[in-house]
């Protein structure tokens, strides 16, 4: 294999990278691509528009010999092998190239390479995976209907709730109720219904407001802190139940997401604490090594087994090196 393709396709963007094995890489990022909220045919036209794109950006036409797809929303067989068929017929490659799973796995590799550990994904929402000695574990991931716990929507739904307390002119009206509703603009319960219900992405809308849950706990909102905590805290459940069904003598833990990486100054250590609190001994945090859509290729890869996975890894740590914005 000479030419590759990762793909990250999530809620809110896709990523993907081609790589000439020993060569060079290229990137190009296009819209969102959850099949189970955009549907598999626009799910599919993103990451098609991001697989050319970054074969336009590394300046070749040929046809890659592998294209691998770390998909949110791939919630069954159903999904992922129309998905895969569809983006086959977008990109002009033979189905049989492409390659899709779910981004937790992309997202796994992206910390850990071909290691063993945990990662949890704290974006717009939220899962975790994990793999020891050969087995695999996961939980949460199971929507925001349902779950996301510790996710910016979910952080978000708290914030709002606080907003609407005050509104109704509840006696739970705390001080971020108060301090939201004014930073926001809102001055009645329909502006607040119309701004989550009439978004053409409400999902979205309602996760944006986890930026000013965030901006007040460094402000010291007891109440912003105390919303951001107790989502730590749910999450931090799905992570333990992983080690110990995993049966993990070592604890290794990475974080990726949106949501975690623009606040890890509150979020490392309340997750450390609430981690070492279930378990009952000190957890390891492992910081990402490369983009998702790089650990897409280093999880496709190492399923097929391919020769050149360690090859490609050492050239992927170098050209989609990754680190937080500071």
């Known amino acids: ?58 300046g070749t ?16 067989r159903e999904i992922s092998e129309e998905l895969r068929v569809r983006v086959a017929q977008h990109v002009g490659v033979d ?24 990662v949890g994904i704290l974006g717009t929402g939220s899962s975790a995976y994990g793999t020891y ?40 009206c705390s001080e971020l109720g108060i301090r939201l509703a004014r930073r926001l603009g809102f001055k009645s319960v329909s502006e607040v ?8 992405s409400s999902k979205g809308s309602v996760a944006s407001i986890a930026v000013l849950v965030f901006e007040e706990a460094r402000r010291g909102c ?6 951001i905590r107790n989502e730590v805290r749910s999450f931090s459940r799905y992570v333990t139940a992983i080690s110990r069904r995993l049966g993990m003598e070592r604890v290794r833990v990475g974080f990726v997401g949106s949501l975690y990486c623009y606040n890890l100054d509150l979020l490392k250590p309340l997750l450390r604490e609430e981690l070492t ?26 399923a097929l087994g391919a020769t050149s996975l360690e090859a490609v890894v050492e050239q992927l740590v170098t050209c989609c090196r990754y680190s937080c914005p500071p």
């Open 1 to 58: 294999m000479k030419l590759l393709v990762g793909v990250d396709a999530g809620a809110s963007k896709t990523e993907a990278v081609a790589v000439k094995v020993g060569g060079a890489c290229a990137f190009h990022i296009a819209g969102p691509a959850n099949p189970a909220v955009q549907g598999v045919e626009e799910a599919s036209r993103s990451i098609s528009e991001a697989i050319l794109g970054s074969l336009r950006s590394l």
């Open 61 to 76: 036409s040929t046809t890659p010999d592998a294209v691998f797809v770390g998909a949110a929303g791939v919630v069954s």
């Open 95 to 118: 189905a049989g190239r492409v390659y899709v799973f779910e981004d937790l796995i992309a997202a796994h590799a992206s910390v850990f390479l071909a290691g063993d550990g945990i």
């Open 133 to 172: 000695r050969g087995a695999t574990a996961r939980a949460g991931g199971w929507g925001h209907l349902l779950g996301d716990e510790g996710s910016a929507y979910r952080v978000g739904v708290a914030a709002l709730r606080e907003v609407l307390a005050c509104l109704d002119g509840l006696e739970s």
């Open 193 to 200: 219904l119309r701004y989550v219900y009439s978004s053409p």
């Open 222 to 227: 007891t109440g912003a802190l105390e919303i």
């Open 277 to 302: 609190a279930y378990l009952g001994r000190e957890v390891e945090i492992v910081d990402q090594v490369i983009r998702p859509c790089c650990g897409a290729l280093v999880a496709g890869l190492a």
